[in-house]
């Protein structure tokens, strides 16, 4: 377990161009103070997740549960987010790089502005057998697509809640 920790980018951990393989692990409470990736920043690296819970982080910009600039690689799989916020970008993940969710959770995330879910800016995003539920933010609850590559296969979003009207589900 990985929490109650706080730094301006990566509250629970920052993988600089490294490679992390994390299994089996909960990364909870943890802050990005006036900056990203409140559970966690992947700087460029190879981040691979599985079976772990990112649950109740926060980041001050973006990527409260998770930020992955435009050169990482995150791969996620058997994975619950939920229950984190961001105040500008992506309240569960903040994506830029190459991001693959196989049969995770994305739930009861919470960003002001764009992807309560999911914000993708200039990423890849491919998504199999996952569902994105009960997010919030003013564009894109569930997911914020924004000059971005975005393929779903045989996923659910539902539930999610865009407060200004436009993609509750998905904004592309």
């Not at 161009?17 to 990736?37: C, F, K, R």
């Not at 973006?62 to 500008?88: E, K, Q, R, S």
């Amino acid at each position: 377990t990985i929490t109650g920790n706080k730094a301006t980018y990566g509250g629970g951990i920052y993988n600089n161009v490294g490679t992390l393989t994390l299994t089996n692990s909960t990364i909870t409470g943890n802050t990005a103070n006036n900056g990203y990736g409140g559970g966690i920043y992947n700087s460029g690296g190879t981040l691979t997740l599985t079976n772990n819970t990112i649950t109740g982080n926060k980041a001050d910009l973006g990527g409260g549960g998770i930020f992955n600039n435009y050169l990482g690689t995150l791969t996620l799989t058997n994975n619950t987010i939920t229950g984190n916020t961001a105040n500008l970008y992506g309240g569960g993940i903040d994506n830029g790089g190459t991001l693959t969710l196989t049969n995770s959770t994305i739930s009861d995330n919470t960003a002001n502005l764009y992807g309560g879910g999911i914000f993708n800016y200039l990423g890849t995003l491919t998504l199999t057998n996952n569902t994105i539920t009960g997010n919030k933010a003013t564009y894109g609850g569930g997911i914020y697509n924004n000059v971005g590559t975005l393929t779903l296969t045989n996923s659910t979003i539902t539930g999610n809640t865009a407060n200004n009207g436009y993609g509750g589900g998905i904004y592309n």
